[in-house]
């Protein structure tokens, strides 16, 4: 696996039908900043919102997976996309649509896989955020029989099994070792549909963008004449017309388990939509985007629950990246209120910094001078000042700037700070910075410990001309 992020050289656009909409869309795909992430965005409506490819956007998961959030219009089939850009290990990616749905090209994630070794690959030297599994997880529906795992492993492993009890299709498995495998292993599987169910489901108004070269049909049951002239009437192009018998026969798969490598595929993309790189060993028993993206929910949730209470992996030994007179130079503050020593690691969204607590401090000749603690207001100063770099070592002149918290909420001291503790303190930015206003989580470590944590507000006002 790739070690540092990557984004892509240059913007493509491809140009495609939606396999549900039916509508034919223009899909760009443009190269973005370090930390950005995977977004979409609708430039077809007002304002041009944009959506994080994160788990909790999911607002369906009917036959494909869809995205939105509050005053957005909705994007679909994001999964054969997204397995694209995971499989290719891309971090930071802009997608632009002008249409409600990812374009199905030839039904496989093969289409963007191409575009995009075509342009390129952009190593940004910007270390990635791992998420590594620590304890099996396990996500579990008895009525369907589903169930996924995640096991610990030092790499991303994914094994896939479906039993669909049809003549057509039974038992299969399919799995990928590993992740440079993907593109010739697993990009080019197509999806699937049993011919039983296409009338069903295009009256359900799903795959009006369907086509017999979009898509392969498992002729799972004999269907009378009138039956299959109605469904090629539905399959028809225009200007060209689909004769019956060609819907009971299929296109040469690419492979004898197709149908199961699609699968992996779909889990692929499905759980990308965790927003970090996984290092687990995963397991699916009979998989779909439903149960995909719940589990794709818990492993989230247990990802932001623990890098929220995780003291940040750093050698406190190393060079800072901003020592005191870097730290002077952008704080306005001076001693005795001076509560950051060093920077040990910033980026576009986190800072982790320090504090050494020593008895000299000022402090402790008046906070219980016989069983010194550090305030906890100081330690949360402490915190608020680290914020402060975050925030202002991306503007010009930063010296010229000032941040003033605005609103301090969930705020919870843990344990005591007492002299002898290196106080180690991480923000991290949990929106955009928006008008000069910052929100940002903050949380402080003392020997692996959580001593204190807050959600902060802040803006930054300019304090010279």
Do not use: W
């Amino acid at each position: 696996m790739q070690h540092t992020q990557h984004t892509i050289h240059q913007s493509i656009t491809l140009s495609g039908i939606g396999i549900h909409t039916g509508q034919q869309v223009r899909l760009t795909l443009l190269p973005a900043p370090a930390d950005h992430g995977i977004k979409f965005q609708r430039v077809d409506v007002p304002d041009q919102p944009r959506i994080d490819a994160v788990a909790e956007h999911v607002i369906s998961a009917t036959r494909s997976t869809t995205l939105g959030v509050r005053g957005s219009l909705p994007i679909s089939t994001v999964e054969h996309l997204m397995a694209a850009l995971y499989g290719l290990e891309i971090d930071n990616l802009q997608v632009q649509l002008d249409g409600p749905e990812v374009p199905i090209m030839d039904g496989s994630a093969q289409p963007f896989v191409q575009a995009l070794q075509q342009v390129g690959l952009l190593d940004q030297k910007t270390p990635r955020r791992f998420f590594r599994v620590v304890e099996p997880l396990v996500y579990k529906h008895t009525a369907s029989g589903v169930e996924l795992a995640a096991f610990p492993m030092d790499c991303y492993k994914l094994t896939v099994m479906i039993n669909y009890d049809r003549s057509v299709l039974q038992n299969q498995y399919a799995f990928l070792h590993h992740l440079e495998n993907f593109a010739h292993e697993i990009a080019p599987c197509r999806t699937f549909a049993f011919l039983s169910e296409l009338e069903v489901l295009y009256k359900q108004g799903l795959i009006q963008g369907g086509q017999l070269d979009n898509a392969v049909i498992l002729p799972d049951k004999t269907l009378e004449d009138q039956e299959l002239s109605r469904l090629a009437g539905f399959f028809s192009k225009k200007g060209a017309q689909v004769q019956p018998q060609e819907l009971l026969y299929n296109p040469k798969l690419h492979y004898p388990n197709e149908p199961a490598r699609h699968k992996l595929l779909d889990l692929i993309g499905d759980l990308a939509l965790v927003g970090r790189p996984i290092q687990a060993h995963i397991i699916a028993y009979k998989p779909g985007h439903a149960a995909n993206v719940a589990f794709a929910n818990k492993l989230r949730k247990g990802m932001l629950q623990r890098e929220s209470l995780a003291m940040p992996q750093c050698d406190l030994h190393a060079q800072p990246v901003f020592d005191i007179r870097g730290i002077t130079k952008m704080l306005p503050h001076r001693y005795p209120f001076q509560l950051i020593d060093k920077v040990m690691q910033i980026d576009a969204r986190t800072i982790t910094g320090v504090k050494n607590v020593t008895i000299n401090e000022p402090f402790f000749q008046g906070h219980f001078p016989e069983n010194p603690i550090m305030p906890g207001v100081l330690q949360l100063e402490a915190m608020v000042q680290t914020g402060g770099i975050l925030i202002l070592h991306g503007v010009e002149d930063p010296a010229d700037y000032a941040t003033y918290f605005l609103a301090i909420d969930q705020c919870r001291f843990r344990k005591q700070v007492v002299p002898g503790d290196v106080l180690v303190m991480q923000c991290q930015l949990i929106a955009n910075i928006k008008q000069g206003i910052a929100k940002m989580k903050g949380t402080a470590f003392v020997d692996n410990q959580l001593v204190c944590e807050a959600v902060m507000t802040a803006q930054i006002i300019r304090t010279k001309a």
